[in-house]
């Protein structure tokens, strides 16, 4: 399975021919940020089953997003890892470069991702909170069609910064270049 597939299938499901330009900018975002397919898949598919059919059509995948992240964070436990614990080292010392991280020893690999997911969350407000009135002003333009999601809103801001500032991201279950 791939993107491409993964737009067919919206398309199929909204018996649309084409995306919308929004949908192909959040389709390109869940790549960007390496959603697992799988877990996009279902969580369109589950959105899709819960809008009845005569409003699927002018209903936007992007919104959708609820239902993915629900998916991923319900895989989490299942994700195999190869040394969890040393990865979640690396990452914490990469966040360590830009804001003030607490001494933190998770359990297990699902404690390690949500400490993970908090500190990003961090990271990104830390981020927006400094950067100047100009480029926020800038982005929020950028991604004004998101507006009345605040979720995918929020989702395609923090990938514009992870991009600016070349960001890793900051999850034990995707692979590092």
Do not use: C
Request: hydrophobic content about 35%.
């Amino acid at each position: 399975m791939s993107y491409s597939e993964i737009a067919e299938l919206i398309l199929k499901l909204k018996g649309e021919v084409f995306l919308s330009p929004r949908e192909r900018w959040f389709l390109k975002r869940l790549e960007e940020e390496k959603y697992p397919l799988e877990v996009v898949k279902k969580g369109i598919e589950k959105f899709y089953a819960s809008i009845p059919p005569e409003r699927r059509q002018k209903t936007p995948a992007f919104l959708a997003l609820k239902h993915i992240q629900q998916i991923r964070k319900r895989t989490i436990p299942r994700q195999k890892v190869e040394d969890w614990e040393e990865r979640f080292k690396r990452k914490l010392e990469r966040l360590k470069q830009f804001i003030q991280v607490p001494e933190v020893n998770p359990k297990s690999k699902v404690e390690a991702e949500e400490v993970l997911m908090e500190l990003e969350q961090k990271l990104y407000k830390h981020i927006w909170e400094h950067l100047p009135e100009e480029e926020k002003r800038e982005i929020l333009r950028k991604y004004a069609q998101f507006k009345k999601d605040k979720t995918a809103l929020s989702f395609m801001v923090k990938g514009e910064l992870r991009k600016k500032f070349n960001l890793e991201i900051f999850s034990l279950f995707v692979e590092e270049k």
